[in-house]
């Protein structure tokens, strides 16, 4: 029986459960070759004081952390931290609650 025939108490089985998103969230270490390699230097730069703020990515950005440090919940209750020497990647389509515990400086681009 498919879910959609599914019935509980005149609700089907699909629309009573909340179909979480899968976000990768890719954090990695990265030399100062590879930094060259990528054009860093060219990137837009961002600063953010200690703080807490609700963010929704509408196109994948990728970032390069200077300093700082940061706690993201994702909209699954995953929770991903970064910081000083990590380059990471927010796919598009995610939805996240920053929480910056120590003032981030980084360095960003969108795909």
């Keep these: 029986m498919s879910l959609e025939k599914q019935e509980n108490n005149g609700t089907s089985f699909a629309k009573q459960c909340k179909v979480m998103k ?23 730069r961002w600063e953010k004081e200690p703080s807490k703020f609700e963010w929704y990515y509408d196109s994948t950005e990728t970032f390069y952390v200077f300093e700082g440090e940061v706690e993201v919940t994702l909209e699954n209750g995953e929770k991903v931290s ?4 990590d380059l990471v990647t927010f796919p598009k389509g995610t939805k996240c609650t920053w929480n910056v515990k120590k003032t981030i400086k980084k360095a960003y681009t969108f795909d």
């Design 22 to 44: 899968v976000v990768e969230v890719k954090i990695r270490k990265i030399t100062p070759e590879e930094l060259e390699k990528i054009g860093i230097e060219k990137w837009a």
């Design 82 to 85: 970064f910081g000083e020497g």
